[in-house]
């Protein structure tokens, strides 16, 4: 049973950083993309950042610059560090684990809310 488990939200001022992190359990994680999303108040779930098993990395460009995607395959854990934070950044981040081809389910978890207050 795959499970991701992100951590790492809170509320912080706009310009501040925050770091999330995501833990992912079973056997999918070394062969998945994995991905940030994020959802606002009243809005789609939108891409932010994802992460191929490769390491390749691709951005929303209303982040490109000032947050970044990373992982550890050792540690089954994606990262995304944020930095610059501005109040429309504030939503739930929602992990994403992709496997697809090599399997057909893709996964979320259950989301980390992020505030930025101006």
């Known amino acids: 049973q795959v499970q991701l488990v992100e951590s790492g939200g809170g509320l912080v001022q706009a310009g501040g950083s925050l770091r999330l992190s995501c833990a992912a359990s079973g056997s999918i994680f070394s062969i998945s993309a994995m991905g940030w999303y994020r959802q606002a108040p009243g809005k789609q779930r939108e891409l932010v950042a994802v992460?191929?098993?490769?390491?390749?990395?691709n951005y929303a460009d209303s982040v490109q610059g000032r947050f970044t995607i990373s992982r550890d395959n050792a540690k089954n854990t994606v990262y995304l560090q944020m930095n610059s934070l501005k109040p429309e950044d504030t939503a739930v981040y929602y992990c994403?684990?992709?496997?697809?081809?090599?399997?057909?389910?893709?996964?979320w978890g259950k989301g980390t809310l992020v505030t930025v207050s101006s």
């Open positions: 992460i191929t098993s490769g390491g390749s990395t």
């Open positions: 994403n684990a992709d496997p697809r081809p090599w399997r057909s389910m893709i996964y």
